[in-house]
């Protein structure tokens, strides 16, 4: 089979500039050495309009690690979708309507990405300066209210059932992050930052521990399973739904990891603790997902960052601005969508993303 490489002599080319093109040729079964690394070098600024082509392979994925060049393919770039948000947030994808939906935190609205003809519309507004979202099993959209405080679901005919605004009868601080289980039942993050002033919220005094919540899907019945981390932020099953991962972006700044035992968590624990390889500062991740591979997909610095099963970061995604939040969407569910700061970004990888939205 031919590749792209057999029309370039390797004597024109420098060993490194060799190397750091080959990562998408490894889908032609051309081998790399196991410790192969990229050399990340200084990030470039380039042309998002889409009207300069740029040379394949894209050299914002960028493999740490062996295991990450299998995602990396050859011939695909990151785009930029939209421009414009405050404070982009909460991707979720809806397969029958083809569109993905987030939030505008600040701005107090949502909006919604249609993949026919790459356009954007306002989807809500006012949100209750809405943050994560997700869909159910369903198809219905769950969305997580800085503003009210609350958890709610939006119905076919168009009203809003509240899933959770409190716990034994005191006000949550401000849900952060939903996602949901075959079981039906909805977990979700209440860390403090939409109570922390008027910008992504309103100011309140926080009431509750920091802490991670079940809402059973027969009784609707509100239980906290733990509080044993610093700040919940975001939160992803494992593919088989038997690890709960969540985000911690308090002062201890990792990933936690707990095994799921029916409607409680045991076993809790550190799962990775991040840096950021540009410059070996220590970062955390916000929103996250995995890939049907067990794989983690962080919104972390320099935009996205993934971790194997084992805690390993593998490879990252190189964006100009601060990711939040990142889904698996599209026909096939191998596109990874990013919002950051203020844009909305798409890549293709090689892999697909594990649960539903």
Aim: charged share 25%; glycine share 10%.
């Amino acid at each position: 089979m031919k590749t792209p490489i057999d029309d370039i002599s390797p004597g024109l080319l420098k060993r490194r500039e060799f190397l750091r093109s080959s990562v998408g040729f490894a889908v032609a079964g051309l081998a790399l050495p196991t410790a192969f690394a990229q050399d990340l070098g200084p990030y470039q600024e380039r042309d998002w309009s889409g009207n300069s082509p740029l040379r394949y392979p894209d050299p914002d994925l960028i493999a740490l690690d062996n295991r990450f060049r299998r995602y990396i393919l050859f011939n695909t770039p990151i785009r930029r979708h939209h421009v414009g948000t405050l404070w982009a947030e909460g991707p979720a994808w809806n397969g029958v309507g083809r569109y993905l939906v987030w939030s505008d935190i600040p701005s107090n609205q949502q909006l919604r990405w249609i993949e026919d003809d790459d356009r954007v519309t306002v989807f809500r507004d006012p949100a209750g300066n809405s943050n994560g979202n997700t869909f159910d099993f369903q198809g219905r959209q769950l969305s997580c209210e800085h503003g009210n405080r609350r958890v709610v679901r939006y119905e076919y005919d168009g009203t809003t059932t509240v899933i959770a605004d409190s716990f034994e009868g005191t006000a949550l601080n401000s849900p952060n992050d939903v996602v949901v289980h075959p079981d039906g039942s909805i977990w979700f993050t209440d860390p403090p930052y939409g109570i922390r002033g008027n910008y992504e919220g309103n100011a309140a005094e926080q009431e509750l521990p920091l802490s991670v919540y079940r809402v059973d899907g027969n009784s609707g019945r509100i239980a906290r399973v733990t509080d044993d981390i610093d700040a919940p932020n975001g939160l992803c099953f494992s593919p088989d739904y038997s690890l709960l991962y969540v985000a911690n972006t308090g002062a201890g700044r990792d990933i936690r990891v707990w095994d799921v035992d029916g409607e409680r968590l045991r076993n809790g624990r550190v799962f990775t603790e991040l840096t950021n390889p540009e410059d070996g500062s220590r970062t955390s991740a916000d929103g996250i997902r995995c890939d049907v591979d067990g794989n983690v997909w962080c919104g972390a610095r320099p935009g996205v960052q993934v971790v194997a099963p084992d805690g390993d970061s593998i490879g990252i995604i190189r964006l100009p601005e601060v990711c939040a939040n990142v889904c698996f969407g599209g026909e096939k569910r191998n596109r990874l969508f990013m919002t950051a700061s203020q844009s909305l970004y798409s890549v293709y990888v090689g892999v697909r993303g594990a649960g539903i939205a």
